[in-house]
């Protein structure tokens, strides 16, 4: 009898949404023990890799040159394709959701097709295109603007795998806002690049950042695109995903993963600064998970 | 006088100029190089693009590649749905941080993630060792891409549910109590057709990812011809060789394939939407 | 300024939302466009403010051809549906906003905008409120500083589109007195749309019914009641 008692007291506490107490924690277990070994552990052998042989060989390893040739190289391909993908985001973002026009829908499928290619193929295609063997490829080299096994390239095979992230961002978040916060600036007065920089831009200026953020966490860490157009050219073409595959080959474990580890400091930083943008403006950013 | 414009005029500005860029930067930096793909394609003859596709150690990288991004899919499919449950609904310590971490695999450059991987499930390494000592080996074995594939995958399928979780309205819950289904029946009757369009979206987002996952894979794979040899690195050794028309053709497969994976998921979608009555 | 509407005819697509439709506005009226929705009272009211182009047919404004004028030339005052504020600005610069997107030649001085915004907010009895953002406003509050903002700009004409349409009942009657009061005071040409016959019977001196893009009748408000032109007016009268 008591026993029956205790039973139905409990049921009387538990809501009737809620799993019972065993299956809520054997689920929580799952989720935590899931994440620990398939994320949490990778992460923590790259830094322990890394320190295998202390700091200071961690350290040296990314002094010399080529590994800051590595580094500098991959700065520079973020700050020109992570820009031309912000230009890019906005134009299109504008074009899709401040008019009506055919083919939209076609449209927003394109922008979207880099998601569902491999970035392998993304690579042979810009290299079938621009490479020395190609009529646009063969003319531009001799002309002395080679693109493929050149920075040119780099460049435009981190734009192909970066290129929806912008644009994915804004789009719900400005087909959320409508269209009458610019109409009433028009019948204010204001010019079209006034009403963009006064009314647009600062309605979307998270949502534009959170793209910016993952953009520039992907196009630093490309890696299958990029080891197509690159050529591998040590000091010359060789990004820091490039170079850890290079001193990996090599066996140089503690210098790859340095440089692994120092991607991967970057890598933690865009999600912090993410989370803290989904903390503090949840409001604008709501529109993206709904979409 | 009934044509429709293509564009409907309005006093909104800047349409040639957002159009213009539009157009521009998505033709030379996708359209053109995909076209330049299929033209390479037209030109090699669709006898000739079978013929090496048909090859002993193309198919079998094409098969490899597309049966473990499917079951690495099918994993997350599954484990992302149980997450995004555990993470909407349940209150616990560190689940903030938990949440966060979700996103890790978007932002670990993928090399980074194939040299850890490998480190990790090596025979020397924290969890090779002990697989090794039940007579299991994971890295350099189909076992070792799986891993990889479910590293990469495993945001998709979590973040494209979430939300649905977080709209369901409890009165839907409770009414399913009230008419005496346990909280289990509930849970597979109710909750999971809801969650079934979304999960699925997800799936196919991690699907397509898995397919051309080459960075986390080539460490941890061994690259044996027959065995763990991944498509896209055959793409990678056919131009290597300069072997473009092979490349070409191997890459035109794997577009392919990946094109009617996802329009079959896409109707699959259409359907389950249907019959939940939301298109 | 008199408005003049010559064979305006406007298709989006394939579909028809304005049937070629001629209206003339004396100047300083108070007009109201009274229609179901769907009838083309608001895009007739969105060309008249050059936020849509017509497919064919002419505006003109005192008598000069107005069809092609930039939405910036026409210096319209629009109350948009939604009140379209400015969710980043306060309330001081959502009125504000109309002067300071001038040319640097026609702006006025900051002494001068500020003297402008504050006699706006007393004109729509809000005096107080010029430091706070529209999200902290009620509905009625909202409404009368997107009549503020309109007004800054001193148009040449007032356009409103369902202006009480998100307001409850009582809300709805004081704003409806302020609207004639304001436009008494200003003496501007104002058309308002909306789809409330007390509304517009009560507040406009022209009533022009409107269905499926067509021109029913235009008249006086006890015009319309006493002698409807049509079957549709009759019925939209009486429900």
Redesign the interface.
């Known amino acids: 009898m008591s026993d029956a008692t205790l039973h139905t007291r409990r049921h009387a506490f538990r809501a009737?949404?809620?799993?019972?107490p065993l299956?809520?924690i054997t689920?929580?277990g799952?989720?935590?023990a899931?994440?620990a070994?398939?994320?949490?552990?990778?992460?923590a052998?790259?830094f322990a890799?890394a320190l295998r042989e202390g700091w200071l060989a961690a350290v040296e390893s990314l002094g010399n040159q080529d590994a800051r040739s590595a580094i500098w190289l991959t700065l520079l391909i973020t700050a020109i394709a992570v820009p031309?993908n912000a230009?890019?985001g906005i134009?299109?973002a504008?074009?899709?959701t401040?008019?009506?026009?055919?083919g939209k829908a076609f449209?927003i499928t394109?922008?979207d097709?880099?998601?569902?290619?491999?970035?392998?193929?993304?690579g042979?295609?810009?290299?079938?295109?621009f490479?020395a063997?190609?009529a646009i490829g063969g003319w531009l080299v001799a002309n002395g603007w080679p693109i493929v096994f050149a920075i040119p390239g780099i460049v435009?095979a981190t734009?192909?795998v970066t290129?929806p992230f912008v644009a994915r961002e804004l789009i719900p978040v400005m087909i959320e806002q409508?269209?009458?916060?610019?109409?009433?600036?028009?019948?204010?007065?204001?010019?079209?690049?006034?009403?963009?920089w006064?009314?647009t831009l600062?309605?979307i200026r998270w949502a534009l950042l959170y793209g910016t953020l993952?953009c520039t966490?992907?196009a630093?860490?490309?890696?299958?695109a990029v080891?197509?157009v690159s050529g591998k050219i040590r000091g010359q073409t060789a990004t820091?995903?490039?170079t850890?595959?290079m001193l990996?080959n090599e066996y140089l474990s503690v210098a790859?993963?340095s440089m692994?580890a120092l991607?991967?400091a970057l890598?933690?930083v865009?999600?912090?600064l993410?989370?803290l943008l989904e903390l503090r403006h949840a409001d604008q950013l709501a529109a993206i998970?709904?979409h | 006088m009934t044509h429709?414009p293509?564009?409907?005029k309005?006093?909104?500005?800047?349409?040639g100029?957002?159009?213009g860029?539009?157009i521009a930067?998505?033709s030379i930096?996708?359209?053109?190089?995909?076209?330049?793909?299929l033209?390479?394609g037209a030109n090699f003859g669709l006898s000739n693009i079978l013929e090496v596709v048909t090859r002993e150690r193309v198919a079998a990288s094409l098969y490899l590649s597309f049966k473990l991004a499917l079951l690495a899919a099918l994993f997350n499919l599954i484990?992302g749905v149980?997450?995004a449950?555990?993470?909407v609904r349940?209150r616990?310590p560190g689940k903030?941080f938990?949440d966060?971490?979700?996103?890790?695999?978007?932002?670990?450059?993928?090399?980074?993630?194939g040299?850890?991987?490998t480190?990790?499930y090596a025979p020397n390494?924290?969890?090779g060792s002990v697989a090794q000592e039940i007579g299991w080996k994971i890295a350099y074995t189909q076992m070792g891409i799986f891993?990889a594939l479910?590293?990469v995958g495993?945001p998709f399928v979590t973040?494209t549910v979430?939300?649905v979780i977080e709209e369901i309205d409890?009165e839907v819950?409770?009414a399913s109590?009230?008419l005496g289904a346990s909280?289990?029946y509930t849970?597979r009757h109710v909750i999971l057709p809801m969650l079934m369009p979304a999960a699925l979206t997800g799936f196919a987002?991690a699907l397509?990812?898995a397919?051309?996952?080459?960075?986390s894979v080539i460490?941890i794979a061994g690259n044996i011809p027959l065995r763990t040899e991944i498509a896209?690195?055959l793409?990678?050794i056919q131009?290597e060789e300069f072997n473009?028309d092979a490349?070409?053709a191997i890459?035109i497969a794997?577009?392919v394939i990946?094109?009617v994976m996802?329009l079959a998921i896409n109707l699959i979608q259409i359907v389950s939407r249907r019959r939940m009555g939301h298109v | 300024m008199h408005i003049d509407i010559d064979e305006i005819a406007k298709t989006?697509g394939g579909t028809t939302a304005l049937l070629p439709v001629s209206l003339n506005i004396p100047s300083g009226a108070l007009v109201a466009l009274l229609g179901p929705s769907g009838s083309g009272k608001t895009t007739l009211l969105r060309i008249l403010?050059?936020?849509e182009f017509p497919t064919s047919g002419r505006v003109l404004f005192n008598g000069q051809d107005a069809t092609g004028m930039t939405?910036?030339e026409?210096?319209?005052?629009?109350v948009?549906?939604?009140y379209?504020?400015?969710?980043?600005m306060t309330v001081f610069d959502n009125i504000a906003?109309?002067l300071r997107?001038?040319p640097r030649n026609q702006r006025p001085p900051k002494a001068e905008i500020n003297r402008r915004v504050t006699k706006l907010l007393e004109l729509i009895q809000l005096p107080d409120i010029a430091k706070r953002y529209p999200t902290q406003l009620s509905g009625g509050q909202r409404q009368r500083v997107a009549l503020a903002?309109?007004l800054?700009?001193e148009p040449r004409m007032l356009l409103l589109d369902e202006p009480f349409g998100a307001l409850d009942a009582k809300v709805r009657k004081e704003l409806r007195q302020g609207l004639r009061d304001i436009h008494d005071e200003t003496g501007l040409t104002t058309v308002f749309v909306t789809h409330d016959q007390d509304e517009a019977m009560e507040l406009a001196d022209l009533v022009v019914v409107m269905s499926m893009g067509r021109i029913e009748q235009i008249g006086r408000p006890h015009d319309i009641r006493d002698k409807p032109a049509t079957e549709f007016v009759r019925e939209f009268i009486t429900t």
Not at chain 1, 113 to 122: I, N, Y
Not at chain 2, 10 to 15: E, F, H, K, Q, V
Not at chain 2, 100 to 113: G, H, K, M, S, W
């Open positions: 009737a949404t809620e799993e019972a299956l809520r689920l929580i799952i989720a935590v899931g994440l070994i398939l994320v949490f552990a990778p992460l052998v790259v890799e031309a230009a890019f134009a299109a504008w074009f899709i401040k008019f009506d026009f055919r449209l394109l922008i097709l880099p998601f569902s290619v491999s970035p392998v193929v993304a042979l295609c810009i290299v079938l295109l490479g063997n190609s435009l734009i192909f290129f409508g269209r009458a916060e610019e109409e009433a600036a028009l019948t204010l007065g204001a010019s079209g690049w006034r009403t963009f006064t009314v600062p309605n993952l966490a992907r630093m860490g490309e890696f299958g080891a197509v820091m995903p490039i850890i595959e990996y790859a993963f692994a991607l991967t890598a933690l865009t999600l912090l993410k989370t998970r709904r | 429709r293509l564009v409907h309005t006093a909104m500005p800047g349409l100029l957002s159009a860029i539009t930067m998505l930096v996708v359209l053109l190089p995909i076209g330049a793909l033209l390479k484990f149980l997450l449950w555990v993470l349940y616990f903030r938990l966060a971490a979700v996103d890790l695999p978007f932002a670990l450059p993928t090399a980074v993630a040299i850890a991987l480190a990790l390494g924290a969890f891993i479910v590293f495993l973040r979430q939300p409890r819950e409770e109590a009230t909280r289990l849970l987002l397509a990812r397919v051309g996952e080459y960075g460490f896209p690195l793409i990678v131009l473009y490349a070409a890459g794997m577009l990946s094109f996802l | 989006f403010g050059g936020l939405v910036q026409r210096r319209a005052g629009f948009f549906q939604s379209a504020l400015f969710r980043h906003y109309g997107a001038r903002r309109a800054a700009i």
